[in-house]
C-alpha cells in the first residue's frame, strides 16, 4: 500500500468511516471532512498521523492539513476508498441535520464563502499570467536578456497575450462563476457579463452621456448576475412549463439587461471606483501604519474567514490600475510564518515537531503558509502572534517602498517576485529577508512552551 493510500485509510477510520461522512472535499493543501457524529471523530489519532501537519475546524468543517499537491491526491484515494459513487451519500437525518446547520450558519461568512467561491477557480489562470508578465518584464531588462527582446520580438508579442488574455475575459469568467454559485443558468452569467463588457455600448448615449464598455468591473458583474439568478428563477415558477424554456432566457436578458444598463452598472462603477481609490489613499498615505496593520491582521482574517471579502478588490486593483500594491503587504504575514518557523525549529526538542517544520518551511516559503500556521505557530500559540508581528514589520516596509505587482491573487512568497513591476523587485526581497528575520527575533523573545513527544 502506498503513502496516499495508507495516510487515506487511516484518515477513514479516524473521521467514524464512510457512514459518519457528510462531505469530503480538498482544497490546496487541506483535506476537508464534515461529520453527522463528532462524537465518532478520533482527533487525538488524526493529529498523529505522520502525513498530518496541521489540523483546524472552521464551522462544521474538519480540516487536516497534510501539503500542496497531496491533499487532492489523498482525497482521491478516500473516495477510492468509499463504497458507491465517489461522493459520500447522506441519509434523510444526515442531510436534514447538515441543512439545518448552513440555514442557521452565519450571514457574513455564509456571503464570503459564495464570493470566495466566484473567485477561486479562476486562481491557476491568475498564476500563470501574473508569471508570464514577470518573466516578460525580466526578458525586456537588457542587463538580464542582452538583446534578446529585439532579436525574438514576436515571441514576446505571444507571451504578451499568453499573459494578458485572462484580464481581456475576466468579466466573462466571472459572470459563468456567478451564475454557478447563485444558482442561475452558467451561460447567462456569461451573456450578462459580456453584455456589460460589449465594446459597442461606448456607441449608444443614455441621458446626453456615452456608456462605458466594461464600467464597474467584477462589481458590476456580480450585482448583475445575481440580479439575473433572481430573475430566472422567480420566471422559472412563474411561467408555464410549455414556454418556460424559450420565455425565461428571453425575458431574463431583457429585464436584467435593462436594468444593468440603467441601475446595476453605474452603482457598480462607483463601488469599483470607491474600493479601487480608497485602498490606493491607504496604502499612498498610511504608509507604515496602514501596512503593519494589514499585514499583521491578515491572518487573523484568515482564521475567521473574513478575508475572502478582499478578493475583489484586489481583481479591482488590477482592473483599474494595471497593478496590486496590497497583495504584496499581505504576502508579508506568510512570511513572517517562515521566520517564527524557523525559531521554533531551534528551540524545540520534539522530534516530531522538528519534522513537520523541515517539511513544511520548503513550501511556506513559496507562498503556501498553511502547514507552518495550522502545524506549527497556531497551535503552539505566542509564535503565531510572534510571526504576525514580524509580518507587521514587513508590510509597513512593503507600503512604506509602494511594491506592488502585476498579479491579483493566488501565489506570495518568492514567487510572487517574479510578478513585482519593474524596479521594485528587491524591495520585495528585502522585504521577505526583514520579514523573516523579524518573526524570528519576535518568536525567539517571546518564546513557547515545548510540547511533549
Known amino acids: ?36 457524529d463528532e462524537q465518532r471523530l478520533d482527533l487525538a489519532a488524526l493529529k498523529q498521523l505522520p502525513g498530518v501537519k496541521g489540523y483546524i475546524k472552521q464551522g462544521e468543517q474538519h480540516q487536516f492539513i497534510v501539503g500542496p499537491g497531496a491533499a487532492a491526491k489523498v482525497v482521491d484515494a478516500m473516495r477510492a476508498l468509499l463504497s458507491g459513487s465517489a461522493q459520500p451519500a447522506v441519509g434523510d437525518a444526515a442531510r436534514t441535520k447538515a441543512q439545518a446547520k448552513q440555514k442557521y450558519a452565519a450571514p457574513m461568512s455564509g456571503a464570503l464563502k459564495k464570493l470566495a467561491d466566484v473567485f477561486i477557480p479562476l486562481i491557476p489562470a491568475f498564476i500563470a499570467s501574473g508569471l508570464i508578465t514577470g518573466i516578460i518584464n525580466l526578458l525586456k531588462r537588457p542587463d538580464i536578456a542582452g538583446q534578446l527582446a529585439l532579436d525574438y520580438p514576436n515571441a514576446l508579442g505571444l507571451l504578451a497575450i499568453f499573459g494578458s488574455a485572462v484580464f481581456a475575459i475576466m468579466n466573462i469568467l466571472v459572470g459563468v462563476n456567478a451564475a454557478r454559485v447563485f444558482g442561475g443558468s452558467q451561460a447567462m452569467g456569461g451573456v450578462m457579463a459580456g453584455i456589460l463588457s460589449s465594446p459597442a455600448l461606448a456607441q449608444i448615449t443614455l441621458f446626453g452621456e456615452a456608456l462605458q464598455p466594461g464600467r464597474g468591473g467584477v462589481i458590476a458583474v456580480l450585482l448583475v448576475v445575481a440580479l439575473m439568478c433572481w430573475v430566472e428563477k422567480r420566471l422559472r415558477t412563474l411561467l408555464p412549463e410549455s414556454v418556460e424554456l424559450i420565455l425565461n432566457p428571453l425575458l431574463t436578458t431583457l429585464v436584467t439587461a435593462s436594468l444593468a444598463i440603467l441601475i446595476l452598472q453605474p452603482i457598480g462603477g462607483a463601488i469599483s471606483d470607491a474600493i479601487a481609490h480608497g485602498a490606493n489613499l491607504a496604502i499612498d498615505k498610511g504608509g507604515l501604519l496602514v501596512g503593519a496593520l494589514l499585514s499583521g491582521l491578515f491572518l487573523p482574517l484568515v482564521l475567521s ?20 500594491p496590497l497583495l504584496p503587504i499581505l504576502a508579508m504575514a506568510g512570511v513572517g510564518q517562515v521566520g517564527a518557523a524557523l525559531a521554533v525549529l531551534l528551540k524545540t526538542r520534539n522530534a516530531r515537531l522538528k519534522k513537520v517544520i523541515k517539511g513544511a518551511l520548503p513550501v511556506g516559503i513559496l507562498g503556501i503558509g498553511e502547514p507552518l500556521i495550522f502545524g506549527v505557530t497556531l497551535p503552539l500559540g505566542r509564535p503565531f502572534i510572534g510571526a504576525c508581528l514580524g509580518g507587521a514589520v514587513g508590510g509597513a516596509l512593503i507600503s512604506y517602498w509602494k511594491v506592488a505587482t502585476v498579479i491579483t491573487f493566488g501565489i506570495s512568497g518568492l514567487p510572487l517576485a517574479l510578478t513585482i513591476v519593474s ?31
Open 1 to 36: 500500500m502506498d503513502k496516499t493510500t495508507a495516510l487515506a485509510t487511516q484518515i477513514l477510520a479516524g473521521v467514524g468511516g464512510e457512514g459518519n461522512i457528510l462531505k469530503l472535499e480538498n482544497c490546496m493543501t487541506r483535506v476537508r471532512v464534515e461529520v453527522s
Open 305 to 324: 474567514g473574513l478575508h475572502q471579502g478582499l478578493v475583489p478588490i484586489h481583481v479591482e486593483l488590477v482592473q483599474a490600475h494595471g497593478s496590486n
Open 423 to 453: 524596479g521594485k523587485v528587491m524591495l520585495y526581497l528585502a522585504g521577505m529577508l526583514i520579514t523573516i528575520i523579524a518573526g524570528f527575533l519576535f518568536t525567539w523573545m517571546m518564546g513557547f512552551n515545548d510540547p511533549e513527544e
